[in-house]
């Protein structure tokens, strides 16, 4: 896209990343992918808390995944703010924080932790995720054993903004 930028205007950069985050144990398997801020474009501000480059998912609603799992949604929101800003903003990343109610074993495949989705045209960057256990910063990609009551929280990133 850089170097379609060089002659035609281009979206900023989206969140890049689907967040895979994985919980289970012997008697349960919870498998989601969580939306994040799309990068802004010449003509519309990112949108929030969508997939991008990514087709045929869904948000699994909270009611049904604490009826089925030994999980406890402690907030599902947008991260308000972390979409860049610039004369079209990008969109908001979404925070997704889950408390453990069984041990389990997590895994955590993401990326845009250390490099955030860059602005286009002079719009700024957006906020890079962050991945947390228990309020420590986990790597982009990890597993680890969890025990009932550890609290996972998945901070997706905000999409770039375009123009100053």
């Not at 930028?5 to 994985?22: K, S």
């Not at 969580?34 to 998912?57: E, K, L, R």
């Amino acid at each position: 896209m850089r170097a379609f930028g060089e002659a035609i205007d281009v979206p900023a950069e989206g969140q890049g990343t689907m967040n895979n985050v994985t919980l289970g144990n012997d008697q349960f398997t919870y498998y989601e992918t969580i939306g994040g801020g799309q990068g802004a474009c010449p003509t519309a501000d990112g949108p929030s808390g969508v997939h991008v480059a990514m087709s045929n998912t869904l948000s699994t609603p909270v009611e049904a995944l604490e009826l089925q799992y030994p999980l406890r949604v402690e907030r599902y929101g947008l991260r308000l703010g972390s979409g860049g800003a610039g004369r079209h903003p990008g969109g908001d990343g979404v925070a997704r924080v889950l408390r453990v109610l069984e041990d389990c074993r997590l895994s955590i495949i993401s990326e845009r932790r250390a490099h955030a989705p860059q602005g286009e045209h002079g719009g700024a960057p957006g906020s890079p995720g962050r991945n947390l256990l228990n309020g420590e910063r986990l790597p982009a990609k990890v597993t680890r054993d969890l025990a009932a009551g550890d609290v996972i929280t998945v901070e997706t990133p905000g999409g770039g903004g375009w123009g100053s």
